[in-house]
């Protein structure tokens, strides 16, 4: 998928006005994502499904994993948006559903054994809304 597909579905998935919010959250939400996974050969893998630029932004981010249940995941995924859990939980079901359609079934399964089992709880969330 291209970056500006990629970046329009979020922009419908999430009913914002403008690409750059989308891209805006895409980065934001995909950050929090690759974080999520515990090890570097994860982080790299889930970075190389994403589409060029987006790819490149994620890549380029420090490598670290963070140990978050799924609050606070929200609420680092709120404080990079600038908006409270409901919000960023809106917004990681918008960025994820496009994710599970950009990426390959296996990796989107990689990521899930990897992902704490409450946000992959939340993440299915978006998949069942299709």
């Known amino acids: 998928m291209l970056k500006q597909d990629f970046i329009a579905k979020v922009q419908r998935a999430a009913a914002l006005e403008s690409p750059k919010e989308a891209l805006r959250m ?3 939400v995909l950050a ?31 490598p670290r994993s963070l140990l978050m249940d799924r609050d606070a995941f929200l609420q680092h995924v709120g404080a990079g948006l600038g908006a409270r859990a ?3 939980e ?9 994710v599970r359609e950009a990426m390959a079934s296996g990796e989107i ?6 992902a704490p089992k409450d946000v992959v709880a939340l993440l299915r969330r978006a998949g069942a809304r299709r």
């Open 90 to 98: 809106r917004a990681v079901l918008a960025v994820w559903s496009v």
């Open 32 to 62: 929090a994502l690759r974080e999520l996974l515990p090890d570097s050969e994860s982080r790299r893998q889930f970075a190389t499904q994403l589409p060029g630029a987006l790819k490149a932004h994620i890549a380029s981010r420090p």
């Open 26 to 28: 895409a980065r934001t």
């Open 109 to 114: 399964a990689d990521f899930e054994a990897r």
């Open 86 to 88: 409901p919000e960023a």
